[in-house]
C-alpha cells in the first residue's frame, strides 16, 4: 500500500518536472518579461537604479502583451542615452516612477525622448525613474543628477500615489527612500535598505520563473481576488482616480498632506536648484468615469494641495488636467494604454509638447 503511494507520488512528480521542462523550453523562445535587477542599495551605493549597460524585454500579462526591448543605460536607468558629465548643452534631468519609467511605450515615443529630439542643439534630457518610487525618492535622484552630472534644470512628475506612499508608514519599497518619524516633532527622509534576494538569480535565468513571476504575477494572486471581490457587486466595489481609490482613510490623506509639505521642505537642498529652474509636472485625469467626483477625490485634492504649495514657492507647475481636457475635447482620444492607467504614445506626446513649449526660450548655458 505504502509502496503504491511512493510510486504514485514519483509518477506524479516526474510528470511534473517533464511539464515544467517543456513549458520551459517553449516560454524561452517567447518575449517573457526580464526584470531590470535593481543593485543593492545601502551606505555605500545609495541610490536605487537597475544592473547597467543591458538590453531586457519587456511584456505583460499572459499573453506577452506589448512587448518590446527595453535599453538600461550606463547608469543603470531606461534610458537609449549612456550618461555623461561632459556637454557643450544644458541638461535637463528628468525624475518620476513608472510614468518616467515609460515601458508602455518605445523610446522614441517617450515624452523624455520626444523632448530631447525637439531641444536638440540646445539641451540634453536624462531621465531618473522606476516603477513604484514616491515623491520621497525623487528628491535622491534629484540629488544624483545634480552632483553626478551637473543638471542645470530639473522636471518632476508627479501622479496620484506619490503622496502618501512618501511615507513609511504607508509604504516601504526595498531600496527606496521614504519619509520616517526621526524625533517626535519632526520626519527625515530614511533610505530602506536592499540586497538582491539569493533566488532572484535562478528566477531570472528561468523562462518559466519569470513567466509566473513578472507576467502572471503570482506574489499578487491574493490582493488580485480581493480586489475582485470587491468589485464583483453591482457597483458597489471601490472607485479609483488614477490609481487610488476615490475616498481614502482620513489619516491617509491627512500623512499625504504632510508629505507634500515635508518634499518642499527638502527640494531646494536636494535639487540644488533654484526654483526657477524647477518644473512640476502633475498627471490629470479627464474622461473616465469617475469625472464627477475627481475634484474632491483623493487624488484631486492632493493635486490641489500639491500646486498650490509648488505655486507659493516660486516653482513652475505644469497642470496637465487643462492640456489633456482641450486635447480630448477637440479629439476624443485616450491618453491612456489599453490595459493599465499609463500614458499611450499620445500622452507621452502630449506630455513632450507641453514640456517644449515651457522651455522654450527658457535655456541658458550650462552651469559653471
Not at 194 to 205: C, D, G, I, Q, S
Not at 295 to 316: I, K, L, P, V
Not at 349 to 354: I, L
Request: net charge negative; charged share 25%.
Amino acid at each position: 500500500m505504502f509502496g503504491r503511494f511512493l510510486k504514485n507520488l514519483a509518477t506524479v512528480a516526474v510528470s511534473l518536472a517533464l511539464t515544467a521542462l517543456v513549458f520551459e523550453a517553449v516560454l524561452q523562445f517567447l518575449p517573457v518579461h526580464q526584470g531590470f535587477q535593481s543593485v543593492a542599495v545601502n551606505q555605500t551605493q545609495p541610490v536605487f537604479h537597475a544592473r547597467p549597460a543591458r538590453i531586457v524585454t519587456s511584456s505583460r500579462d499572459w499573453d506577452f502583451f506589448n512587448a518590446r526591448d527595453v535599453r538600461v543605460n550606463n547608469v543603470g536607468f531606461r534610458n537609449d542615452q549612456d550618461y555623461t558629465v561632459e556637454g557643450r548643452h544644458p541638461l535637463i534631468a528628468v525624475v518620476g516612477d513608472s510614468y518616467v519609467e515609460s515601458l508602455q511605450v518605445d523610446y522614441a515615443d517617450s515624452f523624455f525622448a520626444r523632448l530631447a529630439a525637439d531641444l536638440d542643439g540646445r539641451a540634453r534630457v536624462y531621465s531618473f525613474g522606476f516603477s513604484g518610487a514616491p515623491l520621497s525618492q525623487y528628491l535622491v535622484w534629484a540629488r544624483y543628477a545634480r552632483d553626478t552630472f551637473q543638471a542645470d534644470y530639473l522636471v518632476v512628475v508627479v501622479i496620484s500615489n506619490d503622496f502618501d506612499e512618501s511615507l513609511g508608514v504607508w509604504k516601504r519599497g526595498q531600496g527606496f527612500h521614504h519619509y520616517e518619524a526621526c524625533t517626535e516633532a519632526d520626519y527625515c527622509l530614511t533610505r530602506v535598505d536592499y540586497e538582491p534576494a539569493v533566488y532572484r538569480p535562478l528566477v531570472e535565468a528561468s523562462a518559466l520563473g519569470r513567466y509566473l513571476l513578472y507576467n502572471l504575477q503570482i506574489l499578487e494572486i491574493g490582493r488580485k481576488i480581493e480586489l475582485f471581490l470587491q468589485g464583483s457587486g453591482e457597483g458597489d466595489g471601490p472607485r479609483f482616480v488614477g490609481n487610488v481609490e476615490v475616498e481614502v482613510d482620513p489619516k491617509r490623506l491627512e500623512d499625504s498632506l504632510l508629505a507634500i509639505e515635508l518634499f518642499f521642505r527638502d527640494l531646494p537642498a536636494y535639487a540644488g536648484l533654484p526654483p526657477e529652474r524647477i518644473c512640476l509636472v502633475v498627471d490629470g485625469r479627464v474622461y473616465d468615469e469617475t469625472r464627477d467626483v475627481f475634484d474632491e477625490s483623493f487624488f484631486g485634492r492632493t493635486r490641489r494641495n500639491f500646486m498650490e504649495q509648488a505655486r507659493a514657492g516660486g516653482y513652475d507647475v505644469i497642470d496637465l488636467e487643462p492640456i489633456f481636457a482641450e486635447h480630448f475635447a477637440r479629439h476624443g482620444e485616450s491618453f491612456e494604454s489599453e490595459r493599465d492607467g499609463h500614458w499611450n504614445e499620445l500622452g507621452h506626446a502630449v506630455v513632450a509638447d507641453a514640456l517644449a513649449a515651457y522651455y522654450d526660450g527658457r535655456l541658458t548655458a550650462p552651469s559653471p
